[in-house]
């Protein structure tokens, strides 16, 4: 029974487990491995010193040192405890080839349950490189409105940089912050920038003078926690994602059966990611970190660091909604430093980032590489199908419900690679399913546009299109 598992699917060698041991008789009356346990008790530990920090550690009345000290360590002391001894790590490309090289060795060699929290510095480090590089060599007028937002004017001092790296609130499964946004939270601006009349804006019922409150917030997403909990424990060991390579598996059952299984397997099994996503915003949030301002209405807004957006996901209706609510702050990274940078072949070097991030397993490099065509197949659909079904609500409706199922058969079919991890098992189940999704890639990628050209702008389909869309 697997609670949660952030990176890998597969479960770490119990073994090689160097985390606290103190909690085993704990472990063995709940009847989950002692590394779930510790992970599950840290993000307690760290919701109890979240409060802590916003109520008696408040930027009001304490310095950010203070603060900045208080975080690194909590963060500290809950990484050993969860993850042990080993928790310890002129141009940005070359900062972040020699980052990514020592993190990829530290996987290869060290044991995989360390291998959580290196990610997150991983991405942290890399982005904060990316942002100096953008502050001290950039003018600006070269960067982009976000880089420029995101630019680090000054070189961070050694306790800044710690705080960032190693505070409690991401340690354990990020979200990987913007360095500037943590800083603001830190010394107390992001309330300040985002107050109700921080842009001249107002609104009604929301006092200049009152402090956001993420009490409201951490109780809603406590409530989805306890959800997945169950569905971790109730839902995801009816589907085994490890029955899809038994020989039953691929012998006995049917191209439908196969599709079905596949589904609901990968739908359960990304609750354990929503889990630990969720609970990480929890903490950030219950500290006082992740306030974004007022939506139009003047409620409050808690997601600036949020990871997922779970609802959107699991309803998307394209492959560019399913990745803008999945792992969202992983999103921002490759964006920031792989897709607005490279020079040429901007979505195939992004997802290879992406797969090189993950690590060395086969199935990483299947499901980003699908990944990539898919991405390219999708815009393909949108600007050659869309159009038609443009016409009347009938139509969009229509077309709604159609790209809402092949969402759900794309998303199942590309990423069980990802959580099986191994290439041939991988390979025989694609093959037993006749490649169906990777011959309908690249028919969308090279004969459709051929056989249905995109219309041209200012076409009379294109203004459907658009009178279309400003009905709904």
Not at 221 to 248: A, D, Q, S, T
Not at 434 to 458: D, M, N, S, W
Request: contains cysteine; positive net charge; glycine residues 6%.
């Amino acid at each position: 029974m697997e609670l949660f598992s952030y990176g890998v699917p597969s479960r770490p060698n119990i073994a090689m487990y160097q985390g606290s041991q103190l909690l085993k008789p704990l472990s063995r009356a709940v009847g989950l491995p002692i590394d779930q346990v510790n992970f599950t008790c840290s993000m307690l530990m760290s919701l109890i010193a979240s409060v802590i920090l916003r109520l008696s550690f408040h930027p009001s009345h304490t310095t950010a040192t203070v603060r900045h000290i208080y975080c690194v360590a909590i963060g500290l002391t809950i990484g050993v405890f969860c993850w042990g001894g080993l928790f310890y790590c002129r141009r940005s490309w070359n900062v972040i080839l020699f980052v990514l090289g020592c993190y990829m060795l530290l996987r290869t060699v060290g044991p995989q349950h360390i291998q959580k929290p290196v990610m997150v510095m991983t991405q942290k480090m890399t982005t904060l490189a990316f942002n100096i590089h953008d502050g001290l060599a950039q003018t600006e007028e070269q960067l982009s409105p976000e880089c420029r937002k995101h630019a680090v004017r000054k070189i961070p001092p050694p306790i800044e940089f710690a705080s960032y790296l190693l505070n409690f609130q991401t340690i354990l499964c990020g979200p990987c912050s913007q360095y500037n946004d943590y800083i603001d939270y830190i010394e107390g601006r992001s309330l300040q920038s985002r107050s109700p009349t921080a842009n001249g804006s107002t609104f009604k019922d929301v006092p200049s003078s009152k402090e956001p409150s993420p009490v409201r917030a951490v109780m809603e997403k406590l409530g989805i926690v306890l959800v997945l909990v169950f569905v971790n424990l109730k839902l995801l060991p009816l589907f085994p994602m490890e029955y899809i390579r038994e020989e039953k598996f691929l012998m006995n059952t049917g191209f439908i059966g196969k599709t079905t299984y596949i589904l609901c397997a990968t739908t359960v099994t990304r609750a354990k990611y929503y889990f630990a996503w969720v609970m990480a915003d929890v903490v950030c949030n219950a500290s006082g970190f992740g306030f974004n301002g007022y939506n139009e209405d003047g409620t409050e807004r808690w997601d600036l660091v949020q990871t997922v957006h779970i609802a959107r996901f699991e309803f998307s209706l394209s492959w560019r909604d399913s990745l803008a609510s999945w792992n969202t702050q992983t999103m921002v990274w490759l964006r920031m430093i792989a897709y607005e940078r490279a020079p040429c072949m901007k979505t195939f070097l992004t997802y290879l980032l992406s797969a090189y991030w993950h690590g060395f397993f086969p199935g990483y490099y299947l499901t980003f590489g699908a990944g990539a065509l898919v991405t390219i197949a999708a815009r393909n659909v949108r600007r050659s199908i869309r159009p038609v079904f443009q016409k009347s609500r009938t139509m969009v409706l229509l077309y709604h419900v159609m790209t809402f199922l092949a969402c759900r058969l794309v998303v199942a079919y590309v990423t069980f690679p990802f959580m099986l991890l191994s290439f041939w098992p991988s390979i025989q189940i694609y093959k037993s399913m006749y490649f169906y999704i990777h011959i309908a890639i690249l028919l969308a990628t090279f004969i459709l546009p051929v056989v249905l050209p995109p219309p041209k702008p200012g076409s009379t389909t294109e203004n459907s299109a658009s009178q279309s869309s400003r009905m709904k």
